[in-house]
């Protein structure tokens, strides 16, 4: 099977700054990864994903890096923003394997401070 | 060009009353999955399914616990016999079957 777990429960930059959430997962075999944010009360919003295939992916204002070699994972959110607060999910999928979704990591709680 | 809905967003059963959980999912996607979610805690699995069929329901409770993604209408989860253990958000998400999963707002239950 999968898990997931994060480095840090709570992150709290300074609004402006850019902030780093990581991840690790332990199957070698995941080939899928996707960062989530969830405001409070709210469902799981789609940030960016990437595939194995890949070490580097940018959107908007966030980029996520791929380390398969050390099965690490990471969001970096640059000039952070007062809406940027929420809690970030990584989630890992094996899409040539089992019928599951994606196994989630608990969360990092990034807080902006003003 | 609505997203995953689900209701209630906001469900109180009593111990021991049933739960009735729906999620429609993005028009056109045929794979739904449900997860739980305790508060301060990351999602868990509980079942996936595809339109009539049951694909994995390996994070669901043997017991109590049921859904249902029927031909016509939305998808169900289904508790029997609440216990206060159950009190939890409940998200749907749904699929093309690749890529990222859309979540829905989800529906807190509460048992009192």
């Known amino acids: 099977g999968e898990s997931v777990g994060l480095h840090l429960p709570t992150l709290s930059v300074q609004e402006g700054d850019n902030s780093i959430i990581n991840c690790a997962y332990s199957n070698s075999a995941s080939d899928y990864f996707i960062w989530y944010k969830q405001e409070s009360g709210k469902g799981p919003q789609f940030i960016i994903d990437i595939r194995s295939n890949m070490d580097k992916r940018q959107g908007q204002r966030v980029t996520v890096l791929l380390n398969k070699t050390v099965k690490h994972l990471s969001l970096q959110i640059a000039a952070t923003q007062p809406g940027d607060s929420a809690v970030y999910f990584c989630?890992?999928?094996?899409?040539?394997?089992?019928?599951?979704?994606?196994?989630f990591g608990k969360g990092t709680h990034l807080i902006i401070q003003p | 060009n609505a997203g995953v809905m689900q209701n209630p967003r906001h469900l109180v059963r009593r111990r021991g009353q049933e739960a009735r959980l729906r999620c429609s999912p993005v028009k056109g996607h045929s794979h739904v999955y449900w997860y739980r979610q305790l508060p301060e805690e990351g999602l868990k699995f509980m079942v996936y399914?595809?339109?009539?069929?049951?694909?994995?329901e390996s994070g669901m409770p043997k017991e109590r616990f049921s859904a249902e993604f029927p031909k016509e209408g939305p998808s169900i989860l289904r508790i029997q016999q609440v216990v206060r253990g159950d009190s939890a958000a409940y998200f749907c998400?749904?699929?093309?079957?690749?890529?990222?999963?859309?979540f829905g707002p989800g529906t807190r239950l509460t048992v009192t």
């Open positions: 989630a890992v999928m094996y899409s040539g394997g089992g019928a599951d979704g994606l196994t």
């Open positions: 998400a749904s699929s093309l079957g690749q890529g990222a999963l859309n």
């Open positions: 399914l595809q339109k009539e069929n049951i694909i994995d």
